[in-house]
């Protein structure tokens, strides 16, 4: 069965750091774009980083810029999301997608993604 896992959500106080993982089983991430995804409550589902297949492109939302850092570690089948100088506003449930690809860019299309986690909750909280 095909499945993604993420984890390392936690709550963390203004400032903090944290690190997501998205793990695959059944399938072998590196044929596949990854990307990362939030959902606040009362609010629509967003952007927020992508990775190629390759792991040569990225993006990222406006909002992280600077502050976020997605990789990529094949090997593992996981994909990772580096969150530094956390905001109240970086609240949120974050997914990770998976779509096959063979672009050499990255996306944030939404609607690209075929194979979504359950998420890991993110609060950051004084």
């Known amino acids: 069965q095909w499945q993604l896992v993420e984890s390392g959500g936690d709550l963390v106080q203004p400032g903090g750091s944290l690190r997501l993982s998205c793990t695959a089983s059944?399938?072998?991430?590196?044929?596949?774009?990854i990307g990362w995804f939030r959902q606040a409550p009362g609010k629509a589902r967003e952007g927020v980083s992508a990775?190629?297949?390759?792991?040569?492109?990225?993006d990222y939302a406006n909002s992280v810029k600077g502050r976020f850092t997605i990789s990529r570690d094949d090997a593992k089948n996981t994909v990772y999301l580096q969150m530094n100088s956390l905001k109240p506003e970086d609240t949120a449930v974050y997914f990770c997608?998976?779509?096959?690809?063979?672009?050499?860019?990255?996306?944030?299309?939404?609607?690209?993604?075929?194979?979504w986690g359950r998420g890991t909750q993110v609060t950051v909280s004084s």
């Open positions: 059944g399938f072998i991430l590196d044929s596949y774009a």
């Open positions: 997608a998976a779509h096959y690809s063979t672009s050499f860019y990255a996306d944030l299309v939404e609607s690209n993604y075929d194979y």
């Open positions: 990775i190629s297949s390759s792991g040569s492109s990225t």
